[in-house]
């Protein structure tokens, strides 16, 4: 179910000026940080469309940045991310470049990278703090970022058909969570499938162990502790 | 869904069978929608009017200018007219919410802390209007928050069949949608049926469709705060028009169905980018001059 809160509406509560180039856009940034997991040590960041026009003045480069630092919307400290990401040696970039027609406007594809992983995001803001996660590495995907419904498990494991029906067996034995629904993408031999699920949030040692214990499974990222509106 | 609703219509339909106003069919969406109980979802609204009422009180004391220092002393001016209003034109009511809508507007130029309703370039006319009419009201904090959750309700049609972001349909998108929800609200809080509340809301929007969004220098300052101002004017009047008995003639969900093709049609230079209208006039590009962005085009 994709319904819009009323608090996508009344909402998001944030710091100016613009809820689409300064919240959408910090709510990006964290969704991307939620999926690479650990801190990436250079970001890049490609602005596309009315992003790439006008970011300095609202601040969207601030802002993106202050949510790969995991800052909330509200947070008065994006207004210093550049200041905080220098602190924490972290490198980033911006760049302007066009993805492509298919985005809306309000687009950037944040790449994040350390000496272990390279994770590759684009997301777009919709409009009043609103986003969408269209694209993760190579899969096309669409993640909407409803209020409140970040539930969901992010996997990426080998195209294999009996992965997800074991992890799904596995998640519904923890208590107080089930499985709603599973989408999938597959780019090559390698499968990306988001578990929406429903009950409580995941916990962080509960993710670690299930991704420990399936075989052919690159990663699996919870978005659960994504910022709720 | 029991009360899901996408449109002016389905919301009407809804407030006809369960007997409510537009209001309580919004927080049992909402409640539906994410399995919180109505409580949890009053107590967040509440939460939501209190920060916006903190923006407000500290809008209109304020007169530090904005970060990039070209707005930031208005709402302060207009407020202390308040004293003199033999002076003014507008009654209380309306120069009040001028005043309140441009505290918000500077509020988040600053980059305080305020509530996107529905986005924060139009975030001044939904509190301008439902907190100035309120105290006129003298009105409970009740009351205040029935406007704020029908106003939320018009978003959500709006956004359904049409769009909240500007980058998409221009400023009808933003201060359009805005003025459209707060005549709604401020509707629903002066005893108006659902049909009228919508009536409201479209006449209200019809004045915004094909509205610019041209920001000098991409900022979220000029035009912004002050249409938010002048937004809180044409809400009130659409209101007032609807509550001496006149109609729209043309329904509300038309009336968004227009605005999304006219948004889809209206050239990409006035829909957040600042490469058309009033972003490359001289004064316009005197400012992307300062700000060391690229001169496109001078009218
Ligand atoms: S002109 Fe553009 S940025 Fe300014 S309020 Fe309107 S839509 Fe928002």
Redo the contacts with the bound molecule.
């Keep these: 179910m994709n319904e819009i809160s009323i608090f996508d509406i009344a909402g998001p509560i944030m710091v100016g000026p613009?809820s689409s180039h300064t919240a959408g856009a910090c709510k990006i940034g964290q969704f991307a940080r939620a999926l690479f997991h650990g801190t990436p040590r250079k970001v890049t960041f490609y602005l596309h469309g009315s992003f790439a026009e006008v970011y300095k003045g609202h601040a969207t480069d601030r802002a993106l940045l202050g949510g790969v630092l995991k800052m909330r919307t509200s947070d008065p400290l994006i207004k210093d991310s550049f200041k905080v990401a220098d602190k924490k040696k972290i490198e980033y970039e911006f760049k302007k470049k066009f993805l492509g027609e298919r985005y809306h406007p309000n687009t950037v594809e944040i790449v994040l990278e350390n000496s272990r992983r390279k994770l590759s995001v684009i997301g777009s803001s919709v409009g009043g703090g609103v986003i969408e996660i269209l694209k993760i590495d190579n899969f096309n995907i669409r993640l909407r970022g409803r209020a409140g419904k970040y539930l969901s498990l992010v996997v990426r494991h080998d195209k294999n058909k009996m992965v997800i029906p074991k992890l799904k067996e596995k998640v519904n034995a923890l208590k107080g969570i089930r499985v709603h629904d599973v989408e999938q993408r597959t780019y090559k031999d390698k499968t990306l499938s988001i578990l929406h699920t429903k009950g409580r949030r995941i916990k962080l040692p509960e993710v670690i162990e299930l991704e420990k214990s399936m075989q052919h499974v690159d990663f699996i990222r919870s978005l659960s502790k994504l910022e709720k509106q | 869904m029991k009360y899901h609703f996408q449109t002016a219509e389905d919301l009407i339909k809804l407030t006809k069978l369960h007997k409510v106003p537009i209001s309580e069919i919004a927080k049992l969406y909402e409640s539906q929608r994410s399995g919180s109980a109505l409580s949890t979802i009053r107590n967040k609204m509440k939460l939501t009017r209190d920060i916006m009422y903190k923006a407000v009180k500290k809008g209109i004391k304020s007169n530090k200018k904005s970060i990039m220092g070209i707005s930031g002393s208005d709402a302060q001016k207009v407020y202390e007219s308040l004293k003199n209003l033999k002076k003014m034109m507008g009654n209380k009511v309306t120069v009040r919410a001028m005043a309140y809508a441009l505290a918000v507007g500077e509020q988040n130029a600053r980059m305080g802390r305020i509530v996107a309703f529905p986005?924060a370039?139009?975030a001044g006319v939904v509190p301008g209007v439902l907190f100035s009419a309120a105290e006129h009201f003298k009105a409970g904090k009740r009351k205040l928050l029935r406007g704020m959750f029908c106003a939320s309700a018009v978003g959500i049609v709006i956004a359904e069949g049409s769009t909240i972001s500007?980058a998409k349909g221009?400023?009808q998108?933003?201060?359009g949608a805005a003025v459209a929800m707060a005549a709604a609200g401020l509707t629903e809080m002066r005893g108006g049926t659902p049909e009228q509340c919508f009536d409201a809301s479209a006449i209200a929007f019809k004045s915004y469709l094909g509205?610019?969004?041209?920001?000098l220098a991409g900022l979220?300052e000029v035009?912004?705060i002050k249409?938010?101002a002048i937004g809180c004017m044409a809400a009130i009047g659409a209101s007032d028009m609807v509550m001496a008995g006149v109609k729209s003639y043309v329904p509300f969900d038309e009336v968004v169905r227009a605005a999304k093709d006219i948004g889809r049609t209206m050239p990409r230079t006035i829909k957040?980018t600042a490469l058309g209208g009033l972003a490359i006039t001289p004064t316009g590009n005197r400012l992307k001059k300062k700000l060391g962005l690229r001169i496109t085009r001078e009218l």
């Design positions: 613009s | 986005t370039g139009g500007a221009g400023c998108a933003e201060i509205l610019a969004c041209d920001p979220v035009p912004c249409r938010n957040e």
